[in-house]
C-alpha cells in the first residue's frame, strides 16, 4: 500500500497544480478585455486542458484507492495575489497577463517534471504524466511565442 500511497501524493500535487492552473486562467480570462478575444479564448482552452487533466488524475487516484485533491496550492493563491497587486501598477494589462501566465506556466512544468524524477510511478501512469506535460508544455509555448510578439509590438 505504501508504494500506492506514494503514487497517489504525486498525482495529487498534479491535480493541484492544475486547480491553480484553472483559477489562474479564470481569473485571466475575466480581466482580459473583451476585444482581446484570442486571449481570452487561450485562457479558456488552456484552463479546459487542465480540466480534462483532472478527471484524468482523479480517476487513476480512484482507481488506486485513494481521495483526488481538491483545492489549490497554497504557492497558487499567492501566485494569485501577486499577479493582482502586479496588474494593479501595469500599464499593459495585455502584456503583463502574458508575463504571469508564463511564470505559471512555468510553475506546471516544474511540478510534472518532479513527478516524472519519481520512481513510483508506474510505466502507464509514466506515460500518462509524460503526456500531459507535453499538453502543458504547448500552452506554454505559445503564451512565451504571444509575450515576446507583445515585447516586440511595444
Given at each position: 500500500m505504501s508504494r500506492n500511497t506514494a503514487?497517489?501524493?504525486?498525482?495529487?500535487?498534479?491535480?493541484?497544480?492544475?486547480?491553480?492552473?484553472?483559477a489562474g486562467y479564470e481569473k485571466a480570462y475575466e480581466e482580459t478585455e473583451t476585444n482581446d478575444t484570442d486571449l481570452r479564448s487561450l485562457y479558456n482552452s488552456l484552463a479546459n486542458h487542465s480540466r480534462d487533466n483532472v478527471l484524468e488524475l482523479s480517476s487513476e487516484i480512484n482507481a488506486l484507492g485513494g481521495e483526488p485533491a481538491t483545492g489549490t496550492m497554497v504557492s497558487g493563491k499567492l501566485y494569485r495575489v501577486w499577479m493582482d497587486v502586479k496588474a494593479t501598477f501595469s500599464s499593459d494589462g495585455r502584456k503583463t497577463s502574458l508575463e504571469n501566465s508564463e511564470f505559471g506556466?512555468?510553475?506546471a512544468q516544474k511540478a510534472y517534471d518532479t513527478a516524472l524524477e519519481s520512481d513510483e510511478l508506474t510505466?502507464?501512469?509514466?506515460?500518462?504524466?509524460?503526456?500531459?506535460?507535453?499538453?502543458?508544455?504547448?500552452?506554454?509555448?505559445?503564451?512565451?511565442?504571444?509575450?515576446?510578439?507583445?515585447?516586440?509590438y511595444h
Open positions: 503514487i497517489i501524493e504525486i498525482l495529487n500535487d498534479l491535480i493541484l497544480i492544475n486547480n491553480d492552473r484553472i506556466e512555468d510553475a510505466p502507464e501512469l509514466h506515460a500518462l504524466v509524460t503526456r500531459q506535460k507535453a499538453t502543458l508544455r504547448s500552452g506554454h509555448d505559445t503564451i512565451k511565442r504571444l509575450r515576446d510578439s507583445e515585447k516586440a
